[in-house]
């Protein structure tokens, strides 16, 4: 199964941006990039996820290398609240059985700041 | 529309007995997941099950552990003769089903301790 690297922390200021990087340079044609979330104490969150192209939702940016051996999800303005483990996450496009599990890895940090 | 549920929140038993988690998917969905995190961990995928069918176990421990998701009802993960390194948070998570796309939605977590 491809896998994914992410930095094991990051900090930023409240209300400042925060730029997520993951790199999955074994990812093949048919994964689909997927971003989870968890807060303290509570079970993971869905952010975002693509495939080739941008997206945007009302809680973050994913930005696709057009290579898509990486990708950055983008929180455009910080709060106390977004302070959690962000995981990226590559999902089987195909329908194969395998395709229905989340394989978390360690995922990142991130810290806001007041 | 509820999110998905899981009961009890927090389980202690005693080595030996047996634990039973509940899970009651988002409704509209057909596809449960079961994840364990142990402290200081991360999050293991453990089962995937369809309504009466078991997708995929690769990830549960091959003795104590089972896992059903019965045509009515809630999907239950069954740990029999508990150990305290069974001790962990266990979300249960619920989706459409489907590849690529597809997103799951995750409980609160049930944390099991092991006395």
């Known amino acids: 199964d491809a896998k994914t690297t992410q930095p094991n922390s990051m900090e930023s200021n409240e209300e400042e941006p925060v730029h997520l990087p993951c790199n999955h340079s074994?990812?093949?044609?048919?994964?689909?990039i997927h971003w989870y979330r968890q807060l303290p104490s509570q079970g993971p969150e869905y952010v975002i996820h693509g495939l080739t192209s941008n997206v945007n939702n009302r809680m973050a940016s994913l930005a696709i290398a057009e290579d898509r051996k990486s990708s950055t999800l983008i929180l455009h303005r910080a709060t106390l609240r977004d302070a959690a483990v962000y995981y990226c996450?590559?999902?089987?496009?195909?329908?194969?059985?395998?395709?229905?599990?989340?394989?978390f890895g360690a995922g990142t940090q991130v810290v806001v700041t007041p | 529309n509820a999110g998905v549920m899981q009961n009890p929140r927090h389980l202690v038993r005693r080595r030996g007995q047996e634990a039973r988690l509940r899970c009651s998917p988002m409704?509209?969905?057909?596809?449960v997941y079961w994840y364990r995190q142990l402290p200081e961990e991360g999050l293991k995928f453990m089962v995937y099950?369809?309504?009466?069918?078991?997708?995929?176990e690769s990830g549960m421990p091959k003795e104590r552990f089972s896992a059903e998701f019965p045509k009515e009802g809630p999907s239950i993960l069954r740990i029999q003769q508990v150990v305290r390194g069974d001790s962990a948070a266990y979300f249960c998570?619920?989706?459409?089903?489907?590849?690529?796309?597809?997103?799951?939605?995750f409980g609160p977590g049930t944390r099991l301790t092991v006395l």
């Open positions: 074994t990812i093949s044609g048919t994964d689909y």
């Open positions: 998570a619920s989706s459409r089903g489907g590849p690529g796309t597809d997103t799951q939605y």
């Open positions: 409704k509209g969905h057909s596809h």
């Open positions: 996450i590559l999902k089987k496009g195909v329908g194969t059985d395998s395709w229905g599990k989340l394989q």
């Open positions: 099950l369809q309504k009466e069918n078991i997708i995929d």
